[in-house]
T-cell receptor
Framework: AQSVTQLDSHVSVSEGTPVLLRCNYSSSYSPSLFWYVQHPNKGLQLLLKYTSAATLVKGINGFEAEFKKSETSFHLTKPSAHMSDAAEYFCVVSEGGNKLVFGAGTILRVKS | ETGVTQTPRHLVMGMTNKKSLKCEQHLGHNAMYWYKQSAKKPLELMFVYSLEERVENNSVPSRFSPECPNSSHLFLHLHTLQPEDSALYLC?????????????FGDGTRLSIL
């Protein structure tokens, strides 16, 4: 079975500084990986996806993630945090039949 | 994101009530999903429909009954719920059930059981 581990439950950064949200996955084959963001009282919004093309994936709002097979990682980064980035972020792996396995989530706090 | 619309946004019901949650997608997708999001727990997949046929039921209690009358609409009928069923219920859709197809989520229905 596939699994996802988000290494930090909470991350706090200052506005204008880089963001790093860490994710490790376990998969028996080449996975499809996603990052979603959830703002309070909202559903999940797709940030980016990896589906065995380029290992560096660019998403919306300046986010990107790098797929590293040797490290089984898919960390999410952004060069400069904005106040509007404060939310909960989910790393997700897709099993067969498009069954999504979610990480526990990382709450990002952005300080002014 | 207005591609997937869920109603109502909030619902408070007693344990003996019967109510339904509605989901509508305007994306032309062929697969639809129900998820449960509880505090302090990862999202749990409840049901999967593909081309209006239920293809997955993740050991969900029978007090939750899904219905998919067409590829654009999905319902979750609720009856005799328990307090532990209080959660955010999210609907999602995808073009197909291929693993590389991202799912698009609605804003959810916040359900509170008294």
């Amino acid at each position: 079975a596939q699994s996802v581990t988000q290494l930090d439950s909470h991350v706090s950064v200052s506005e204008g500084t880089p963001v790093l949200l860490r994710c490790n996955y376990s998969s028996s084959y080449s996975p499809s990986l996603f990052w979603y963001v959830q703002h309070p009282n909202k559903g999940l919004q797709l940030l980016l996806k990896y589906t065995s093309a380029a290992t560096l994936v660019k998403g919306i709002n300046g986010f990107e993630a790098e797929f590293k097979k040797s490290e089984t990682s898919f960390h999410l980064t952004k060069p400069s945090a904005h106040m509007s980035d404060a939310a909960e972020y989910f790393c997700v792996v897709s099993e067969g039949g498009n069954k999504l396995v979610f990480g526990a989530g990382t709450i990002l706090r952005v300080k002014s | 994101e207005t591609g997937v619309t869920q109603t109502p946004r909030h619902l408070v019901m007693g344990m003996t009530n019967k109510k339904s949650l509605k989901c509508e997608q305007h994306l032309g997708h062929n697969a639809m999903y129900w998820y449960k999001q509880s505090a302090k727990k990862p999202l749990e997949l409840m049901f999967v429909y593909s081309l209006e046929e239920r293809v997955e039921n993740n050991s969900v209690p029978s007090r939750f009954s899904p219905e998919c009358p067409n590829s654009s609409h999905l319902f979750l009928h609720l009856h005799t719920l328990q307090p532990e069923d209080s959660a955010l219920y999210l609907c999602a859709s995808s073009q197909s059930r291929e693993s590389n197809q991202p799912q698009h989520f609605g804003d959810g229905t916040r359900l509170s059981i008294l």
